[in-house]
């Protein structure tokens, strides 16, 4: 299995914003430096989170983002599969359309990677985003963040 960029991108997004102090807000463009990508892009992900409650978004001059506080307990594959499904990149694992597939009324193998793509999430909801948390990955993230300032 493969994930798409915004997928990625989310991921990279959540499990940075769980490692700040829970009184500091983090803004897009600190988390596109710190991640080494676009603004613009990570503008979008950042919106998606925000609607689906995994993020606390404040506007304003002093506004930023933060984890949610319910976010620790969500599932990844749960997380990825909505992050999926939001992206505009996202294509099925097989396409029985592009080009036209002349034995699809009898072919099986879209149902099979259906059921992997299931099993890969249903795998991935083992952790949660607080697993992912290492005490000493949790250290050189918070040195990491005040080199970044």
């Given at each position: 299995?493969?994930?798409?960029?915004?997928?990625?991108?989310?991921?990279?997004?959540?499990?940075?914003?769980?490692?700040?102090?829970?009184?500091?807000?983090?803004?897009?463009?600190?988390?596109?430096?710190?991640?080494?990508?676009?603004?613009?892009?990570?503008?979008?992900?950042?919106?998606?989170m925000a609607q689906s409650g995994w993020?606390?978004?404040?506007?304003?001059?002093?506004?930023?983002?933060?984890?949610?506080?319910?976010?620790?307990?969500l599932k990844l594959g749960d997380i990825?599969?909505?992050?999926?499904?939001?992206?505009?990149?996202?294509?099925?694992?097989?396409?029985?359309?592009?080009?036209?597939?002349?034995?699809?009324?009898?072919?099986?193998?879209?149902?099979?990677?259906?059921?992997?793509?299931?099993?890969?999430?249903?795998?991935?909801?083992?952790?949660?985003?607080?697993?992912?948390?290492?005490?000493?990955?949790?250290?050189?993230?918070?040195?990491?963040?005040?080199?970044?300032?």
């Amino acid at each position: 299995m493969q994930i798409n960029r915004f997928t990625d991108l989310g991921l990279r997004v959540l499990i940075s914003l769980q490692y700040l102090p829970e009184s500091k807000l983090s803004t897009v463009e600190e988390l596109a430096k710190q991640l080494n990508v676009s603004r613009n892009h990570l503008v979008k992900i950042v919106y998606f989170m925000a609607q689906s409650g995994w993020i606390n978004s404040f506007k304003g001059r002093n506004g930023g983002i933060r984890l949610a506080s319910t976010s620790y307990q969500l599932k990844l594959g749960d997380i990825v599969q909505a992050l999926e499904q939001a992206s505009s990149e996202t294509s099925a694992l097989v396409n029985c359309q592009q080009p036209p597939c002349s034995i699809k009324e009898f072919c099986y193998l879209p149902q099979a990677f259906s059921e992997a793509q299931q099993a890969f999430y249903h795998s991935l909801n083992r952790y949660t985003i607080r697993q992912l948390q290492a005490p000493a990955t949790k250290q050189t993230v918070l040195k990491w963040l005040v080199q970044q300032e």
